[in-house]
Nanobody, 115 residues
């Protein structure tokens, strides 16, 4: 079965950095585009960034220039490098893949940006 496991979240001060990881199993990882989403308390889940099979990337305007999405097909892992973090980046971050006609999500990793 498809499994996505996020890691790397934590508490960081404004202006700091974190790198999130998403380890995938149950799919031929290199054959799928993937994405990062986030959900803040009381808000809807929103798309953050996406990466295609060919490693073409795209970002939400709110994170463009600060976040970098990447993938390592040899490790079946996707990353989100988050720089210049702001309090409004505080959320649970989820990785996502659409495969076999379904959307799959990880359990999420909490990112808190606070002084």
């Amino acid at each position: 079965q498809v499994q996505l496991v996020e890691s790397g979240g934590g508490l960081v001060q404004p202006g700091g950095s974190l790198r999130l990881s998403c380890a995938a199993s149950g799919i031929r990882f290199k054959s799928y585009g993937m994405g990062w989403f986030r959900q803040a308390p009381g808000k809807q889940r929103e798309w953050v960034a996406g990466i295609t099979v060919g490693s073409y990337t795209n970002y939400a305007d709110s994170v463009k220039g600060r976040f970098i999405i990447s993938r390592d097909n040899s490790k079946n892992t996707m990353y989100l490098q988050m720089n210049s973090l702001k309090p409004e980046d505080t959320a649970t971050y989820y990785c996502n893949v659409a495969a076999f006609g379904q959307n799959y999500w990880g359990q999420g990793t909490q990112v808190t940006v606070s002084s």
